[in-house]
T-cell receptor, first 115, second 114 residues
Framework: DTAVSQTPKYLVTQMGNDKSIKCEQNLGHDTMYWYKQDSKKFLKIMFSYNNKELIINETVPNRFSPKSPDKAHLNLHINSLELGDSAVYFC??????????????FGPGTRLTVT | QKEVEQDPGPLSVPEGAIVSLNCTYSNSAFQYFMWYRQYSRKGPELLMYTYSSGNKEDGRFTAQVDKSSKYISLFIRDSQPSDSATYLCAMSGWGSSNTGKLIFGQGTTLQVKP
């Protein structure tokens, strides 16, 4: 009965590879998010989708491409991985874009290590 | 200068102590103020949120917002070892283009020693 789940939990890969992270929520929420948390625990929004529509697209290299096949899923594809992409990536969801301003539910995170 | 500043700590206190965690911010348009707790190797979980200025209490936790000083606080009474975690403040909400974009502080790592 996991609310927000992510796969994989750990991802170790080499520079230049392409990888994907998947996220699913079973809360019936309309809005989903991708965050990046660096080694100093600083958490920063990358993207947000509301009912499959992109509503937040922060200054992120275009090697990162989110995809939302339906409102319960939000995937993150990363091309040509670089050392600086090493971080923990969190998926989150909220009931809608408005309630997302004060209540978001986070997944367990995907720890990406690029060697 | 970051929009939200938070002392990363670490902060170490004995069990039973009162803990005060703080954040300052620069964007006067923020309207929602949240505290998330993040245990090691887990995702953040929402502890409390407040709208605009004032206090909010939930059990051992009290959140305070002072918009005039652009300062928010989280107080933990009778701290327990299970409170050991990183505490992240977050803020959002400006104008009509409310997209749920949260701006986080860096997080304060708290250790409560038995």
């Amino acid at each position: 009965d996991t609310a927000v789940s992510q796969t994989p939990k750990y991802l170790v890969t080499q520079m230049g590879n392409d990888k994907s992270i998947k996220c699913e929520q079973n809360l019936g929420h309309d809005t989903m998010y991708w965050y990046k948390q660096d080694s100093k625990k600083f958490l920063k929004i990358m993207f947000s989708y509301n009912n499959k529509e992109l509503i937040i697209n922060e200054t992120v290299p275009n090697r990162f491409s989110p995809k939302s096949p339906d409102k319960a899923h939000l995937n993150l594809h990363i091309n040509s991985l670089e050392l600086g992409d090493s971080a923990v990536y969190f998926c989150a969801s909220s009931q809608d874009r408005t309630s997302g301003s004060y209540e978001q539910y986070f997944g367990p995170g995907t720890r990406l290590t690029v060697t | 200068q970051k929009e939200v500043e938070q002392d990363p700590g670490p902060l170490s206190v004995p069990e039973g102590a009162i803990v005060s965690l703080n954040c300052t911010y620069s964007n006067s348009a923020f309207q929602y103020f949240m505290w998330y707790r993040q245990y090691s190797r887990k995702g953040p979980e929402l502890l409390m949120y407040t709208y605009s200025s004032g206090n909010k209490e939930d059990g051992r936790f009290t959140a305070q917002v002072d918009k005039s000083s652009k300062y928010i606080s989280l107080f933990i009474r009778d701290s327990q070892p299970s409170d050991s975690a990183t505490y992240l403040c977050a803020m959002s909400g400006w104008g009509s283009s409310n997209t749920g974009k949260l701006i986080f502080g860096q997080g304060t790592t708290l250790q409560v020693k038995p």
